[in-house]
C-alpha cells in the first residue's frame, strides 16, 4: 500500500458534493438527496477518529472538544439565524410569522429538529409552507450528537483503560450497539410515522455510529489503488444518482438511508487505499469542502425568500444558479472572515472559559433579534385581535380590513382548540365539552374530527338562540367512521376512539348529531362507507344524523397565498370542478335517519371557489375554515337544523 496518507483529501470533497447533492436536489428536483447522511458520517468519522487517538481520554479533554467544536459551528449558525430573521421580518407573510419564531427559538437552542417534527405531525399544521430555519434541522442533530458522542467514547475508553486494553473495544460495542438498536428503530418509526421519523434524532443515530464504526475499522480494509479507484466511482455515482430514480422523500431515514451511507463509507474506503479520485480531491473542491456546511446553512434560506419575493416555487436555472452562486459567496466571507478567526483564535484554544463566553455572546445577537420580532409581533397581533373583536360585534358597519388577519389567522380557532375539548389526534380516550343551555331537553351532539370541528362557532350561535344542549366530542384527524383501513383515518387511535365515541353516544341518545358527510376532491368526492355504517349504527339506536358536505380543500396555504397576491380573490382561487363533484355525493344516499346539508354556495359560485367572502377571510390554512367564517354562517346551520328537525319530529318538538 505504501504510506499510510493522514489527510484523505477525497473526504473535503464529498463533503463538498453532498452540500451541492442538497441544494440542487432542494432547487429543481424537490426531493431528498441523501446528502444530510453523507454529513452525518463524515461528522462522526472525524469525531470518533480525533477522540479515540486521545486515549486515555478524560473529561477534560472533552470539554475541550465541546469547545472547539462550538467554535467551528457557531459563528456560522449565529450569522445565518441572525440573516434570517431580518429577512423573515421583511419578506415573510404576516400569516407565518407566529410559527417562525417558534422555529427561530428552536434553532438557537439547537433543537429544530424537533420542532420540525412537531409540526410535520401536527394535523393543524399540515400543509403549512416550510420554514427558512428548516435546514438548521441538521445542525442541530449533529450538536447533539457532537454532546453525546463523546461522552459515549469516554466512558468505553475509560472502561477498556481499567481491562488494561487499547484496542477501543469497548468503543466498538457501544457504537455497534447503537447503531444496530438505532437502524432497528428507524425502520420501525420510519414505517409508523415517516414524518416523525424524518427529523427524529433517535432515528437518525444510527448513522452517526456507522461513521465512528468506519473510523475505527477502516484501516482495517485493505484494496489495490485501482479495486480503490473502482470502489470510489461506484459509491459517488451511486450517491449522487439514486434519489433521481427512487422518490425517498417518504422512505428516509429507514432501510433506504443505508444507501447514501454505504456510499459515503465506500468512498472513504477508497480514499483511505489511494484511490486518487481527481473530482474529488482536486484544489478547489477541497477548497468548497472547507466551507461546504456554511454553503449548506445560505442556500435554503435564499431558496426560501426567494419564494417569498417572487410567489413563485418553481425556480429556473438562472435563478437557481444566483441562489447557488449567493450561497456560496456567503459560505465564502462566512468560512474566512468570521469562522476560522474563532476557530483559529489562540486566545480561545488557550482559556476554555473564553471559548465558552465568546459561544454565549455570539448566540445572545440571534437571540435579541428574535426578541424584537416577537415582541413586534406580540403587538400587531393584539391590535388585530382587537379589531377582529370589533368586527365580529358589528359585522355589518366592518370596515374593509381583511378579518381575521392573515397575521393570526392560524389562532382563528373553535373554543374546543383552547379549552382541552378538541383531542389531538395522538390523544386516546373520548372527551366532551357542553355549550349552549345544559339544562336543555334538545341535545346536538357535535362528533368527529376537526372538519366537524370547525362548524363549532355556528352550532354554538344556535344552541344560544335556540336554547339547546350542544355537546362537543371530537378529534384530530378521526372522522366519525367504523372502516379501520380508510386513508382518513391516519392514526390507529382513531378505530378505538370511534368505538367509544359510538358507545358514549348510545348513552347519550342525542337528538341529533352534527357530523360530516363527505371525503375526496374533485371526481372522487364521495360518502365513504365507513360513515354509513356509523348512521346506520346510530339508527339502531334511535338516534338522527345531520350530515354536512365537506368543504373544498385547496392543497396550498390560504394565508399565505392571499398576502402574497395583489388580488387574491382571483389569484387565490381554484375551480369548482377540481373539488366539489358537480353534483353532491350525498344525493345518491337515503337513510331514514340521515338529513343531508350542502353548503357549498358559501364557498363557492357555479365555476370558481374563493377563499375570501367580501372582507371575511374564510380559510386559516389548506383546508380548514376560520372561526370567523363558521361564526357568521350560523344562520345557514340554524336553518340546516331546523329542516332536520322538520324531518325527523312530526309534529316537531321544538328547541
Known amino acids: 500500500m505504501g504510506k499510510e496518507r493522514k489527510y484523505l483529501y477525497e473526504i473535503q470533497g464529498l463533503r463538498a458534493v453532498a452540500a451541492l447533492m442538497v441544494a440542487v436536489y432542494h432547487i429543481w428536483i424537490q426531493r431528498v438527496s441523501g446528502g444530510v447522511d453523507v454529513f452525518f458520517v463524515v461528522a462522526a468519522f472525524f469525531v470518533v477518529g480525533s477522540l479515540t ?67 410535520a405531525t401536527d394535523y393543524l399544521q399540515q400543509g403549512a409552507p416550510p420554514s427558512p430555519f428548516q435546514q438548521l434541522w441538521a445542525l442541530a442533530v449533529q450538536v447533539q450528537f457532537y454532546f453525546a458522542f463523546p461522552l459515549l467514547l469516554w466512558a468505553g475508553l475509560k ?44 432515528a437518525r443515530a444510527w448513522e452517526f455510529a456507522f461513521g465512528g464504526l468506519l473510523a475505527l475499522g477502516v484501516s482495517r480494509v485493505s484494496l489495490s489503488p485501482p479495486a480503490a479507484k473502482v470502489l470510489g466511482w461506484v459509491s459517488l455515482i451511486v450517491l449522487t444518482t439514486f434519489a ?30 489511494r484511490c486518487d479520485m481527481r473530482l474529488l480531491n482536486n484544489r478547489f473542491v477541497v477548497w468548497f469542502g472547507d466551507m461546504s456546511f456554511s454553503f449548506y446553512l445560505w442556500h435554503w434560506p435564499l431558496l426560501s425568500f426567494y419564494r417569498y419575493a417572487t410567489g413563485e416555487f ?24 468570521l469562522e476560522t478567526p474563532v476557530r483559529r483564535s489562540p486566545l480561545l484554544s488557550r482559556r476554555r472559559v473564553y471559548t465558552y463566553g465568546v459561544c454565549v455572546l455570539l448566540m445572545a445577537f440571534p437571540l435579541a433579534l428574535l426578541a424584537v420580532w416577537y415582541q413586534d409581533y406580540q403587538g400587531r397581533s393584539a391590535a388585530a385581535r382587537s379589531e377582529l373583536a370589533t368586527f365580529l360585534r358589528a359585522p ?45 331537553d334538545y341535545t346536538v351532539v357535535l362528533a368527529g374530527g376537526s372538519h366537524a370541528q370547525h362548524w363549532l362557532a355556528a352550532l354554538r350561535v344556535a344552541a344560544e338562540r335556540e336554547k339547546f344542549r350542544l355537546i362537543s366530542m371530537t378529534k384530530g384527524a378521526c372522522m366519525l367512521s ?20 359510538l358507545e358514549r353516544l348510545g348513552e347519550l341518545k342525542p337528538d341529533l348529531v352534527f357530523t360530516t358527510a363527505t371525503r375526496g376532491q374533485g371526481p372522487e368526492e364521495r360518502v365513504p362507507e365507513g360513515y354509513r355504517q356509523v ?79 367580501d372582507n371575511v377571510l374564510v380559510y386559516r390554512d389548506d383546508h380548514h375554515i376560520t372561526n370567523t367564517f363558521s361564526y357568521l354562517a350560523a344562520d345557514r346551520i340554524i336553518a340546516a337544523l331546523d329542516r332536520a328537525e322538520s324531518r325527523f319530529d312530526d309534529p316537531p318538538r321544538g328547541r
Not at 172 to 196: E, F, G
Not at 415 to 434: F, I, K, M, W
Request: aromatic residues 10%; charged residues 20%; proline residues 6%.
Open 482 to 501: 367504523t372502516d379501520p383501513h380508510a386513508r382518513y383515518q391516519v392514526n390507529p387511535s382513531c378505530l378505538a376512539w370511534n368505538r367509544e365515541a
Open 159 to 202: 472502561f477498556d483503560a481499567r481491562r488494561g486494553r487499547r484496542d477501543n473495544s469497548s468503543c466498538v460495542l457501544l457504537l455497534l450497539a447503537v447503531t444496530v438498536l438505532s437502524l432497528c428503530y428507524s425502520i420501525y418509526i420510519t414505517d409508523k410515522n415517516q414524518s416523525w421519523a424524518y427529523f427524529d434524532t433517535f
Open 396 to 440: 355589518d358597519v366592518a370596515g374593509d380590513d381583511l378579518q381575521p388577519s392573515t397575521l393570526i389567522a392560524s389562532l382563528d380557532l373553535p373554543a374546543s382548540s383552547y379549552d382541552g375539548c378538541h383531542q389531538n389526534y395522538l390523544q386516546p380516550g373520548v372527551r366532551e365539552c357542553t355549550y349552549g343551555d345544559s339544562d336543555a
Open 53 to 119: 487517538r486521545r486515549a486515555p481520554l478524560s473529561l477534560a479533554d472533552v470539554l475541550d472538544y465541546y469547545g472547539k467544536t462550538l467554535r467551528r459551528l457557531l459563528p456560522g449558525a449565529a450569522l445565518v439565524v441572525c440573516a434570517t430573521i431580518l429577512l423573515s421580518m421583511w419578506l415573510m407573510p404576516d400569516s407565518m410569522w407566529r410559527n417562525q419564531i417558534k422555529h427561530g427559538m428552536a434553532s438557537i437552542l439547537f433543537l429544530e429538529n424537533w420542532s420540525l417534527a412537531l409540526t
Open 535 to 613: 348512521w346506520r349504527r346510530l339508527a339502531d339506536s334511535g338516534i338522527d344524523v345531520l350530515a354536512i358536505r365537506d368543504n373544498p380543500w385547496y392543497g396550498f396555504d390560504v394565508p399565505k397565498c392571499v398576502d402574497l397576491q395583489d388580488d387574491p380573490s382571483v389569484a387565490c382561487s381554484i375551480p369548482r370542478r377540481s373539488v366539489l363533484k358537480a353534483q353532491s355525493p350525498t344525493d345518491e344516499v337515503q337513510l331514514p335517519n340521515v338529513q343531508f346539508a350542502d353548503l357549498s354556495d358559501l364557498f363557492c359560485d357555479d365555476q370558481r371557489c374563493s377563499p375570501l367572502r
Open 244 to 273: 433521481l430514480f427512487l422518490d425517498v422523500s417518504t422512505l428516509f431515514p429507514g432501510v433506504v438511508a443505508l444507501v447514501p451511507v454505504l456510499a459515503a463509507a465506500g468512498i472513504v474506503i477508497a480514499a483511505r487505499n
Open 314 to 337: 418553481d425556480v429556473g436555472l438562472l435563478p437557481g444558479l444566483a441562489i447557488i452562486g449567493g450561497a456560496g459567496v456567503l459560505a465564502f466571507v462566512t468560512t474566512w472572515a
